[in-house]
């Protein structure tokens, strides 16, 4: 990738997360909770969300958690068993790509997916179901950022202790 590139997509990204920040902290405040951020991210996108955790053999160690727009709901899917700072902040990335517009609506219901399917980490690796450096570096950071903006009683001690190990201000 060229120098020009990498600026043009470091530049994208900052003017998409700017726009989708400046609309949740406009609907929701400088600091919400997840069920705020749950139910904004339903206005958005006009549909329900559904959030499952899930034990998924054939995802990688890496993927904690996927989404995927189906006919009837927005699903996400979170590793079972992952401790809650691991999830809060799978349940912000994958909230973002959702809100991004990341994803292609499938024709299956909830219920035919839960049914039939299950993305195997070759589907994860050669994107057919999501997998570019755009859209990634979008949820990534939007996923800091949300996560930066909720309420703090959903974080708990063990949180707290991540947080700070890794150098942030835990408030």
């Known amino acids: 990738m060229t120098k020009h590139e990498n600026s043009f997509i470091y530049t994208s990204v900052n003017t998409e997360v700017t726009h989708l920040m400046r609309g949740i902290h406009t609907f929701l405040g400088k600091r919400f909770s997840l069920n705020e951020l749950y139910l904004y991210t339903e206005c958005c996108r006009q549909r329900p969300l559904v959030i499952e955790d899930h034990a998924h053999s054939s995802l990688s160690p890496e993927v904690n958690g996927y989404s995927i727009a189906l006919a009837d709901v927005d699903y996400i899917a979170i590793r079972l068993g992952i401790n809650s700072f691991l999830r809060i902040t799978t349940i912000a990335h ?76 835990y408030r």
């Not at 999501?130 to 949180?159: G, P, R």
Request: include cysteine; aromatic fraction near 10%; charge should be negative.
């Open 94 to 169: 994958e909230i973002g790509h959702l809100l991004a517009g990341h994803h292609l609506t499938h024709n299956e219901t909830l219920k035919q997916f839960q049914r039939h399917y299950c993305p195997t980490e070759a589907q994860f690796r050669d994107g057919s179901v999501l997998n570019n450096l755009y859209c990634e570096s979008v949820a990534n950071l939007l996923e800091t950022l949300i996560v930066e903006s909720l309420d703090t009683a959903i974080i708990d001690d063990s949180t707290q202790q991540v947080w700070t190990y890794f150098g942030g201000e």
